[in-house]
């Protein structure tokens, strides 16, 4: 069972269906949130403590589409740290993940949820919260294929691919000498080249290279540390929702829901 992400995973889908009230009240949701917009910081109408998340599916197990929903570990525990602050989750928009900070700042969301690394560069843009995810970068290449890196160096004169606006690709463009970048809008794609050939190795975030690993024709080559952490992204001038946040993510750890959802998502 295959689709266009390849890591369709039944048991966590017939899990989910399960929770059918919440999947197909999303569902209903993201329609009208994908139509609604033309509005500043109160996408919600009316009600002022409602919010709208963004992501970026195509990066499994965090976000994907299957079968037209939106599913994954940042779905999940969005919705489960939402759900212990006096806000209410709206929907979700899905974009391009090199576009939604600006899809942030200009108020069309107000959380960003994508397995965003806190980090300096768009710390001046945008305002994180506490991290909830760690991971480190990989090098994915084709199975059995003859190009087997052992390190960044090794990527020299090859044709490398990342995710446009990602860690992945500052890594590929500031510390490796000559590789032939090229940027995809979706790992997912950039996976496809992988598997055909067209493309010599995948710079990416490693639970998701890991993924890709087990639903894919490609393994990886070796891994690095970059100790990057994830943090959901608010605008800066919306403390009040920061702190909400954090305070939800705190609760969602010590209630034993997070350890549930990483069950739910990695298996571990
Ligand atoms: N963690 C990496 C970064 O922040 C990659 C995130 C990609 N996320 C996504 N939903 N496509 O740049």
Not at 226 to 243: K, M, N
């Amino acid at each position: 069972m295959r689709d266009q992400t390849g890591t369709f995973d039944r048991r966590s889908y017939l899990k989910l269906a399960g929770a059918g009230v919440a999947v197909t009240g999303l569902a209903g949701c993201l329609e009208d949130a994908a139509d609604d917009d033309d509005d500043g910081s109160e996408s919600g109408g009316d009600d002022e403590t409602e919010i709208v998340a963004g992501t970026a599916p195509g990066f499994p197990p965090f976000e994907m589409n299957e079968g037209g929903d939106l599913v994954g570990f940042d779905i999940d525990h969005l919705e489960a740290v939402v759900a212990e602050t006096d806000y209410e989750l709206g929907g979700w928009n899905e974009y391009n993940f090199e576009t939604l900070i600006q899809s942030l700042e200009s108020g069309n969301i107000d959380v960003i949820a994508a397995a965003m690394t806190i980090n300096d560069e768009r710390k001046e843009r945008i305002a994180f919260t506490d991290p909830y995810y760690s991971a480190d970068q990989s090098v994915l290449v084709q199975t059995g294929g003859d190009f087997q890196p052992s390190e960044l160096e090794d990527l020299s004169g090859r044709q490398v691919g990342a995710q446009s606006g990602s860690t992945g690709e500052g890594i590929v463009e500031d510390e490796v000498d000559g590789a032939e970048y090229r940027s995809f809008d979706s790992y997912v794609l950039a996976v496809g080249e992988l598997e055909r050939g067209t493309l010599d190795a995948v710079v990416l975030d490693q639970p998701v290279a890991k993924t890709f690993e087990a639903n894919r024709d490609v393994e990886i080559a070796f891994t690095f540390e970059t100790g990057e952490e994830y943090g959901l992204g608010v605008r800066q001038d919306d403390g009040d929702l920061q702190s909400a946040l954090n305070d939800g993510i705190a609760a969602v750890q010590e209630s034993g829901e997070y350890e549930e959802i990483t069950q739910e998502w990695f298996g571990e």
